[in-house]
């Protein structure tokens, strides 16, 4: 190889690493303002407004009383008055979807929902969720079936008090 032959290379591969070092260059400018835009953002907000279905006039019957067990039927044995693990059991909803209730000696709170004939409540502290199915809604007497895997299912009724 001639000189002149090894300048024309040489010049070669350095315009080339030029043009590599241009690409380079603007690939971490492309890369720094993508990072940049990213951070600079302002944050979509994560609160969703829930929308609540409409109470009826029967579930508005159950809020705002303090429901208190009068009986209790398991396997088919009416309880009353109650026995001593279902006596101050009771039960308050409220028409803004929360909870106050004691169920088998057991202090919950927190929120519920109703679908159907189902009352789901999840407890505040525990993250719990467990259901009432409503058997009867009258003015001042509510009956409901629960049904937890300790106690199997425990049909309450209850008055308002």
Request: overall charge positive; aromatic content about 10%; some cysteine.
């Amino acid at each position: 190889m001639t000189m002149k032959q090894k300048d024309i290379a040489m010049t070669k591969f350095y315009s080339n690493l030029k043009a590599m070092n241009k690409i380079t260059g603007l690939l971490f400018l492309a890369l720094f303002l993508n990072t940049s835009l990213g951070f600079s953002q302002t944050p979509i907000s994560k609160t969703k407004q829930v929308i609540k279905p409409a109470l009826s006039e029967k579930d508005l019957m159950m809020c705002d009383k303090e429901w208190h067990t009068i009986s209790v039927e398991e396997w088919g044995v009416v309880t009353k008055p109650p026995g001593e693990k279902n006596v101050q059991d009771m039960l308050k909803l409220t028409a803004d979807g929360s909870f106050e209730l004691i169920l088998f000696g057991i202090k919950k709170s927190g929120t519920w929902k109703k679908s159907g004939e189902y009352i789901y409540f999840t407890d505040v502290l525990s993250k719990g969720k467990f259901s009432y199915k409503i058997l009867l809604v009258e003015a001042s007497k509510l009956k409901v079936d629960h049904f937890s895997e300790e106690e199997g299912h425990s049909i309450f009724e209850m008055e308002s008090k």
